[in-house]
């Protein structure tokens, strides 16, 4: 598994990390092939974090309006994670507009 990345999910990490949202791969389903004795693995990208999640919906909302709507609940749900995540943004050096106070 580990000699064979998958790289989309590489690229989609390293993206988020880009604007500072920390995220990794992680494995959901590992399927056994008795036919061909082939191991399959289908790997999806995990924020570390509720905060995390916040950082990334803060710099790159959604454009689908239900779940954006979704993220602007989750940042009002938890205003002391937003707080915070605004925070680590800036000292960052990574600029935000805040969409979700209209």
Not at 59 to 82: F, G, L, M, Q, W
Not at 86 to 98: A, F, K, M, N, P
Request: hydrophobic residues 40%; negative net charge.
């Amino acid at each position: 598994m580990i000699e064979n990345p998958n790289r989309l999910i590489e690229d989609q990490i390293e993206i988020a990390q880009s604007i500072g949202a920390n995220y990794c791969a992680k494995p959901y389903a590992i399927r056994y092939h008795n036919r061909t004795g082939r191991v399959s693995v289908a790997w999806t990208a995990e924020p570390q974090g509720l905060i995390e999640s916040i950082k990334l919906g803060m710099v790159a909302s959604p454009n689908d309006v239900v779940k954006k709507n979704s993220v602007k609940r989750v940042i009002e749900n938890h205003p002391e994670y937003a707080t915070e995540a605004i925070q680590q943004l800036l000292d960052s050096g990574i600029e935000i507009e805040r969409w979700w106070d209209f």
